[in-house]
């Protein structure tokens, strides 16, 4: 069967959707970065970076850019007008301190529990963990964005991570290319699926029990890339 | 007081083997790459400082800056949060080889623990790697409901960092977010030295836009035309 599932860009999309007017929000390295290019019309948000600035813009034009601009992903990116610029100690003063309205993130596995594994893959093979621990630790809404399953067809979405974990308990939103939802005391609770799966389709590729809560809506985004 | 120093060499004389040596910087930005070459370059000629302890965001990438001086086998344990660049190769051999000690830290208790060295703090808690690998061994404790780790200060027998301005009393500025981990590096070492890319007479840096105090900075050394690593790893150098 091929899954009705959403690219990249438009998981991108859907969350993006749900960024609101004013937000101050930490966009993580990799898929979760596309979700700056998909800002709905009249809402700007403020993207804040790790290594120091607050208000950061597009990626600027091949040969434009200046080093001393860039991202956590070492990208270079560009200051928007009332843009800031601060040190290390401030700028985790801001994701530890509560002052960050969410952080988007990518993952391994998320458990129904809302734990999250998305720093390391086994004993093996180099760690590296950045500022993920910090920003779950501190952001008020942590969400996820993610494949629903591994490239072999796996489930991310699980009972229990069984890989190292990032934080306990942290997630409480998840947009994958299958489905949103959202996590809370009673574990997964389906928000939005394709029109064109079953609900047992997508409990099946799902690794823990999904509930619901009312209607579920139908996922859908726009052609975007 | 003068705190300028005539040459890059000049500026990391005096590093010893076993030193543990904080490199500001974050990828590229605001890295002291020519101050890490000077030491390059002392290491080839005298065969010191070796046995070194960085601490840094990263671990290096390409052929230059801290993976030369990890290429050059100068440094025997590396502090960072992301030992994951474009080119880790320098850092992963000699990782695999088991010649070099990794302690990884995540970003924001790296820089808390290096800005509380720097202010007298020798220990605090956080939220942070709670539940996690990296809380193994520390201390929980439990304020207001919520469960925290205990992490220690961290502090660096030098400091290496890159400014934009600086004057004869240390007093630096830095450009956009070269900032990074810089300001709070040069709290936290016995002795900062920086590169920057002007010394300027005293003064002329106003008051009120000194982003690091001279007081945190021993040495400032001029460097008119550093190259960012980010362009010299696209060029391939290899220091």
């Known amino acids: 069967m091929t899954l009705p599932k959403l690219t990249n860009a438009q998981i991108a999309w859907r969350a993006a959707q749900d960024i609101a007017d004013g937000a101050y929000v930490n966009l993580g390295i990799g898929l979760p970065e596309l979700c700056a290019r998909f800002q709905p019309e009249g809402r700007r948000a403020m993207f804040h970076t790790e290594n120091g600035i607050l208000g950061f813009g597009p990626a600027p034009e091949a040969g434009q850019e200046d080093w001393d601009v860039i991202n956590a992903g070492k990208k270079a990116v560009t200051l928007s007008p009332g843009a800031a610029i601060f040190h290390h100690a401030d700028s985790f003063a801001m994701v530890r301190g509560g002052h960050l309205d969410m952080a988007i993130l990518g993952a391994f596995q998320v458990a129904a529990t ?55 308990g942290c997630v409480t939103r998840v947009y994958t290319s299958l489905a949103v939802i959202d996590i809370d005391p009673r574990g997964f609770v389906l928000r939005e699926k394709p029109a064109g799966m079953s609900l047992d389709e997508l409990q099946a590729v799902t690794g823990a029990p999904l509930h619901t809560d009312g209607p579920v809506a139908d996922l859908t985004a726009p052609k975007v890339d | 007081m003068d705190k300028t120093c005539p040459t890059l060499a000049d500026a990391v004389a005096g590093i010893e083997d076993g030193a543990s040596v904080m490199i500001g910087g974050f990828g590229g930005s605001g890295a002291p790459i020519e101050l890490l070459h000077a030491l390059v370059d002392r290491f080839r000629a005298t065969g010191s400082p070796k046995n070194l302890t960085i601490v840094n965001n990263n671990a290096g990438n390409g052929g230059i800056g801290i993976a030369a001086m990890i290429a050059a086998g100068m440094v025997r344990k590396v502090i960072c949060s992301f030992p994951r660049t474009s080119q880790p190769h320098a850092f992963n051999e000699k990782y695999a080889s088991g010649e070099l000690e990794l302690e990884l830290v995540p970003q924001g208790t790296l820089a808390e623990r290096i800005r509380a060295g720097g202010a007298g703090i020798p220990a605090f808690y956080t939220p942070t790697g709670y539940g996690t690998d990296l809380a193994a061994g520390k201390p929980v404790a439990e304020f207001d409901g919520k469960h925290y780790i205990q992490e ?3 502090k660096a027998d030098v400091a290496l960092v890159k400014a934009e301005h600086g004057d004869a009393y240390g007093n630096l500025t830095y450009r956009l977010a070269a900032r990074n981990f810089n300001p709070l590096m040069c709290m936290a070492a016995m002795h900062s030295i920086a590169q920057v890319t002007r010394i300027v007479p005293l003064g002329e840096i106003a008051p009120q836009d000194v982003i690091t105090p001279g007081i945190f900075v021993n040495t400032v050394v001029e460097m008119p035309t550093p190259r960012q690593e980010e362009t010299r790893v696209r060029d391939q150098e290899v220091y």
Not at chain 1, 140 to 168: A, E, I, M, N, W
């Open chain 1, 114 to 168: 809302g734990d999250l594994a998305n720093w390391r893959l086994g004993a093996s093979g180099v760690p590296a963990v950045g500022g993920a621990m910090d920003l779950v630790n501190g952001v008020k809404q942590v969400v996820v964005l993610t494949d629903h399953v591994t490239k072999d067809g796996k489930p991310k979405l699980v009972d229990t991570c069984t890989y190292p974990l990032t934080g306990v």
């Open chain 2, 152 to 154: 220690r200060w961290l």
